[in-house]
């Protein structure tokens, strides 16, 4: 039997009957980089409960590191988690648990901090990446335009918000009314975990406009991905690829994907 005092299984699922289980700090013992928990589960799943669907490992509640519920607003999400812990082998290791990672974030941050990360995303509205503009060479600037153009008309259109551009990089100040219908949008997000992935979108692409298009549907995840990385598209066709850029990026997109993938089940 597991020495109860040594038990990895409790930083995730707690004691019986426990509504605090001890601190899940424990998984990163180790000295400089941290030591994955082994998988100590057979079966990932979930059941419904009080205010949604609950991840299970072997029948028993799985926690959150900051204690709580591990609680999916909806079935379709709760799937998809599942399958991230089902899918784990040998050990369990966050970095390809990109679902379970932001639906720590959403119940453990952003549900008790909405005002604070809606006050960090209103703060976008004023430093959008699609409101700067290249100069030159002419085909960056014609790849800028039909990517952002679009979505700087379906803002206005949709959201009543009216950008102003700016050439290089000289800041622009938005007017006061496109800030405040952006904001107010921000504040419209209904959920922790939407807001969650509206932030996490809005932080990897440095575009609340773009993160908005997708919560919306007017964007699916490739579009997005596409029109945030125009400058970077452009300049791989002009130099090539740098091959560890492109690692870094690719890991950033699948976090991305994941945040989408979040936005629209949830």
């Known amino acids: 039997m597991t020495d109860p005092k040594n038990d990895m299984t409790r930083d995730w699922l707690g004691e019986p009957g426990e509504v605090r289980p001890p601190d899940p700090r424990a998984i990163a013992r180790g000295h400089g980089k941290p030591v ?10 979930f059941d419904e409960t009080e205010g949604g669907f609950r991840l299970t490992l072997d029948g028993r509640p799985a926690r959150t590191p900051a204690k709580n519920l591990l609680l999916l607003p909806t079935r379709a999400l709760a799937e998809r988690v599942a399958a991230e812990w ?58 800028q335009g039909d990517a952002w153009d679009p979505i700087i008309a379906w803002a206005r259109d949709a959201l009543g918000a009216r950008l102003m551009l700016s050439e290089g990089v ?68 002009v130099w090539g690829h740098d091959e560890d850029a492109q690692t870094r990026l690719q890991a950033r997109q699948a976090e991305f994907e994941a945040a989408v993938a979040t936005a629209t089940l949830a």
Request: aromatic residues 6%.
């Open 36 to 45: 994955l928990p082994k998988r100590f589960y057979k079966e990932a799943g």
């Open 86 to 143: 089902q899918a784990q082998t040998e050990v369990i290791d966050p970095a390809r648990m990109l679902l379970t990672r932001l639906a720590n974030s959403a119940i453990d941050g952003v549900a008790e901090r909405r005002e604070e990360v809606a006050e960090d995303l209103g703060a976008y509205a004023g430093t959008d990446l699609v409101a700067y503009r290249a100069g030159d060479p002419p085909r960056l600037v014609a790849a």
């Open 170 to 237: 000289m800041h622009v100040t938005q007017p006061d009314d496109t800030i405040a219908a952006l904001r107010a949008e921000i504040a419209r997000v209904e959920g922790a975990f939407r807001l969650a992935a509206l932030h996490t979108m809005t932080t990897l692409t440095g575009s609340l406009l773009i993160a908005l298009a997708v919560l919306h549907g007017r964007l699916d995840a490739e579009q997005a991905w596409a029109a945030a990385h125009v400058d970077e598209i452009f300049q791989a066709s």
